[in-house]
């Protein structure tokens, strides 16, 4: 019994020990390159962490000429989180708590449901975070750079390429992706406007936009990754879907569809424009 036990204690090496402490972090390590690191002090983080979480759940709504302060206050129970209305900024569009809604959707999630409601009642509404609170403004209000947020993206999984014993580094393309499909009129050097600058050293970029933007982005760069990781796990099951596609192989030996071949749990994310 001792010398089973000696020969158990010799097997755990120091070598051992920091791989069971390390691989925990190297999982974990892609889940948090998704989401921009925040400059802002690490209690509001952990605040809007959770808001971003609420607004990440899916959620199904089903309104029928409701006044706007009802729609504010049933999203409040629906997320969790405080929404409140922008009532001043709201004057511009000429609206206001009593406003009209009408507005169905189900399963989807909420970020992404509050934008389409939004953009039923007025195409000039938008939505910003601000503190613990979900607030209901207009996009002038919002593209105000008091409303901008900085957040730091680690990007070197999407941005260096190996071509034999070198390293290549894009950075151009994936800037150009995030501005060509995410609010892209809202980008450049003026005041009000957002950017972003590559920070090589790091590999990552620095951008600065509104909330509802960097969701966005962080969803944009999910989807990437996701995407990146099945064409390179499963080159063959990637062939099949294009060789199905141009017509090489019969219909009777096609392929699943991508929705149907079994996804990691994370799966690429449903998007929604």
Not at 196 to 222: G, M, N, P
Request: charged fraction near 25%; aromatic fraction near 6%.
């Amino acid at each position: 019994m001792g010398s089973t036990n000696l020969a158990a204690r010799r097997a755990i090496t120091p070598a051992a020990v920091a791989w069971v402490l390390l691989v925990p972090l190297f999982i974990a390590a892609p889940a948090r390159a998704q989401m921009g690191i925040s400059l802002k002090p690490v209690q509001q983080q952990e605040i809007e962490r959770r808001t971003a979480t609420a607004l990440a759940a899916r959620i199904s709504l089903d309104f029928t000429d409701a006044p706007l302060a009802d729609v504010a206050e049933l999203l409040s129970e629906k997320l969790g989180v405080n929404c409140e209305l922008d009532l001043r900024a709201l004057e511009e569009p000429a609206l206001d708590g009593s406003t009209r809604v009408t507005f169905k959707v189900q399963g989807i999630a909420g970020d992404v449901a509050l934008t389409r409601l939004l953009a039923t009642i007025d195409e000039s509404l938008t939505w910003i975070t601000r503190d613990s609170v979900l607030l209901i403004t207009t996009k002038t209000k919002a593209d105000a750079q008091e409303n901008f947020e900085i957040c730091v993206y680690p990007v070197r999984d999407l941005v260096e390429t190996r071509v034999g014993r070198r390293i290549e580094v894009d950075y151009d393309s994936l800037v150009d992706v995030i501005q060509s499909t995410i609010a892209p009129d809202t980008w450049g050097d003026a005041p009000g406007q957002g950017s972003i600058k590559e920070f090589d050293k790091a590999r990552v970029l620095v951008i600065s936009h509104t909330a509802s933007v960097h969701v966005e982005i962080a969803r944009l760069l999910q989807t990437l990754r996701a995407v990146q990781a099945f064409q390179s796990s499963d080159g063959v099951a990637l062939r099949r879907f294009e060789q199905d596609l141009t017509g090489e192989r019969p219909a009777s030996q096609a392929s699943p569809k991508f929705d149907d071949v079994p996804q990691p749990a994370w799966r690429v994310p449903r998007t929604y424009r």
